[in-house]
């Protein structure tokens, strides 16, 4: 059983950048995939990236590309969303979900991320 | 605009049935299991199904998963005013060349 569990909720203005941890306990960190999802207020899911922390080598959505970077620390189990040129559409929840090649099976409790000026 | 095609809204008396709906292409639902998430209000998504009709330990019987060609299908048994969430399909989708996850729209279920 994998716990995902992310840092707290963050407040930017436009222009500027958020960083958001996911630590993972209760598996073996290097054994699967890290994806970051994201849910702007009333919408759906949408996926931005996710990166392989064994290899870490990371691939991003095309939306995002340029303005988004995924990282892992293999030594405290913790993969981190970064997401610059914050603008007031980026306001949304962020989740981290493991992926071990079939499904997104377990997700972190969400980031709300709220870019106001 | 979502890859996955959902119906937005689905409703049903409690003890009913419902079935929802998620269309996609060749590169994604036709060549890749399909993965359905429950998300109850103001929390995480939920893995449902996976694999296109298999329940992770814990979900009951009542939720159903299939897939046919480049559509899926979830459905909902005896249903509970509890089950009333928004409803997620997902899958890979390899029409770039890293591939991605892509998601239907979503669809909320109410329990009247």
């Known amino acids: 059983q994998v716990q995902l569990v992310q840092s707290g909720a963050e407040v930017k203005k436009p222009g500027s950048s958020v960083k958001v941890s996911c630590k993972a306990s209760g598996g073996t960190f290097s054994s699967y995939t890290i994806s970051w999802v994201r849910q702007a207020p009333g919408q759906g899911l949408e996926w931005m990236g996710r990166i392989i922390p064994i290899l870490g080598i990371a691939n991003y959505a095309q939306k995002f590309q340029g303005r988004v970077t995924i990282t892992a620390d293999k030594s405290t189990s913790t993969a981190y969303m970064e997401l610059s040129s914050l603008r007031s559409e980026d306001t949304a929840v962020y989740y981290c979900?493991?992926?071990?090649?079939?499904?997104?099976?377990?997700w972190g409790q969400g980031t709300l991320v709220t870019v106001s000026s | 605009q979502s890859v996955l095609t959902q119906p937005p809204s689905v409703s049903a008396a409690p003890g009913q049935k419902v079935t929802i709906s998620c269309s996609g292409s060749?590169?994604?639902?036709?060549?890749?299991?399909v993965s359905w998430y429950q998300q109850l209000p103001g929390t995480a998504p939920k893995l449902l199904i996976y694999d296109n009709n298999k329940r992770p330990s814990g979900i009951p019987d009542r939720f159903s998963g299939s897939k046919s060609g480049t559509s899926a299908t979830l459905g909902i048994t005896g249903l509970q005013t509890g089950d009333e969430a928004d409803y997620y399909c997902g899958t890979w989708d390899s029409s770039l060349s890293a591939g991605r996850w892509v998601f239907g729209g979503g669809t909320k279920l109410t329990v009247l």
């Open positions: 060749s590169s994604n639902i036709g060549n890749n299991y």
């Open positions: 979900a493991v992926w071990r090649g079939g499904p997104l099976d377990y």
